[in-house]
């Protein structure tokens, strides 16, 4: 399998039409793959707080109808990073689509766990509440979004649905690259599966972007990694370790479950 994680560069220089022209056109140059990933909120900066509103739109807005034909037009499963999305109501949430070659939309995922703390998206952007997979016809999709990736449980949620491969979209900064490489290793180890993480590159809102995208196996070994500009990183890999190494190392059936719980 194949899988081309587009390393978007995200600066505020650039109008948001142009970029999604631009993304769409690189996501056609991928047309030999099977998946292509891009990052998160790559049309306003993840870290652009004050864009988010003015330029959030429905599930099936600009991006969205871009995006389809982009997938169509490159005959490739896009997992076309995520939107500042606004629903019926007015909630802005930051949800990931992903389409099929066809161009219909397979999946779409609102993040989870939001940014900020007491400010940023965790006060601008309503939380999703539902782990989302989709099955490919060569590997199952785990759906997270950039903080997502500090949180174990989410992940052990997708595995215990059918996880394989773990796409986390990010626009995660340079001064914590350290997690980030980190913490996408200690997934792919403790899930046994594979990790897509598909950051931003730039600068936006005076913050820095790591880059370093990374594809890591499950092992742990890292199989691709990013520098810190815009590029795109493809790599070929083999579903099938998956479950050779569930099996061959089966630490996922000594879990114990219910530990969150407290007990009597
Ligand atoms: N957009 C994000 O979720 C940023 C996450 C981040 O910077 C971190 O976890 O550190």
């Known amino acids: 399998m194949r899988a081309?994680?587009?390393?978007?560069?995200?600066?505020?220089?650039?109008?948001?039409?142009?970029?999604?022209?631009?993304?769409?056109?690189?996501?056609?140059?991928?047309?030999?793959?099977?998946?292509?990933?891009l990052p998160e909120l790559w049309t306003t900066g993840a870290f652009a707080f004050e864009r988010f509103a003015d330029h959030a739109e429905p599930l099936q807005g600009p991006t969205y109808e871009v995006m389809a034909k982009a997938a169509?037009?490159?005959?490739?499963?896009?997992?076309?990073?995520?939107?500042?999305?606004r629903d019926g109501q007015g909630t802005l949430y930051n949800t990931s689509l992903v389409f099929s070659p066809d161009g219909d939309l397979a999946a779409a995922y609102r993040k989870i766990h939001r940014f900020g703390f007491d400010k940023g998206e965790a006060v601008l952007m309503g939380a999703g509440d539902t782990p989302v997979t989709l099955a490919l016809p060569d590997t199952t999709l785990g759906l997270a979004t950039c903080y997502d990736l500090r949180f174990p449980e989410l992940f052990r949620a997708l595995v215990d649905a059918g996880a394989q491969t773990l796409v986390v979209p990010a626009g995660w900064p340079e001064r914590r690259r350290a997690h980030w490489t980190l913490l996408a290793r200690a997934r792919a180890v403790e899930d046994q599966a594979f990790v897509l993480a598909c950051g931003t590159a730039g600068t936006h809102a005076g913050v820095p972007q790591a880059g370093h995208s990374i594809v890591v196996d499950p092992w742990g070994e890292?199989?691709?990694?990013?520098?810190?500009?815009?590029?795109?990183?493809?790599?070929?890999?083999?579903?099938?370790?998956?479950?050779?190494?569930?099996?061959?190392?089966?630490?996922?059936?000594?879990?114990?479950?219910?530990?969150?719980?407290?007990?009597?």
Not at 13 to 33: K, N
């Open 4 to 37: 081309s994680l587009i390393q978007i560069a995200v600066d505020e220089d650039e109008p948001v039409d142009a970029r999604r022209r631009r993304v769409a056109a690189l996501v056609r140059e991928q047309s030999g793959s099977d998946l292509v990933v």
């Open 72 to 85: 169509s037009e490159a005959g490739v499963w896009l997992h076309a990073g995520s939107i500042p999305e």
């Open 222 to 264: 890292v199989l691709a990694e990013a520098g810190h500009d815009e590029e795109v990183l493809t790599v070929d890999f083999d579903p099938g370790r998956v479950a050779t190494t569930r099996e061959q190392f089966p630490a996922l059936k000594d879990r114990v479950l219910g530990l969150d719980r407290p007990r009597r």
